[in-house]
């Protein structure tokens, strides 16, 4: 079993940024990818960024130039936001998935990203 824990997550002002951090633990040798989805009230949950274990990133077209998404040794990934917009206010969730013949995904529980004046 994979833990997943986000962090960072608060209110800022439009232009703002924010870094989210997401902590995978246990079980995470098999994880191919991490990646971080929003759900905003009303709304289906969307990707916005992942990160794939050999190196690549994708990102959904309404966060490219904005969104960061990175990675470190210790299987922790950030999503750095910058010129934050209020239609980014969303829920958002770190997922650790291990990519095979039988794919398991793995959510935290979610950080509230509210983007306000």
């Known amino acids: 079993q994979v833990q997943v824990v986000e962090s960072g997550g608060g209110l800022v002002q439009p232009g703002g940024s924010l870094r989210l951090s997401c902590a995978a633990s246990?079980?995470?040798?098999?994880?191919?990818?991490m990646g971080w989805y929003r759900q905003a009230p009303g709304k289906e949950r969307e990707l916005v960024a992942a990160i794939f274990s050999g190196g690549g990133t994708n990102y959904a077209d309404s966060v490219k130039g904005r969104f960061t998404i990175s990675r470190d040794a210790k299987n922790t990934v950030y999503l750095q936001m910058n010129s934050l917009k209020p239609e980014d206010t969303a829920v958002y969730y770190c997922?650790?998935?291990?990519?095979?013949?039988?794919?398991?995904?793995?959510w935290g529980q979610g950080t509230q990203v509210t983007v306000s004046s």
């Open positions: 246990g079980s995470i040798s098999s994880v191919n990818v």
């Open positions: 997922k650790a998935s291990t990519i095979g013949f039988i794919p398991y995904h793995y």
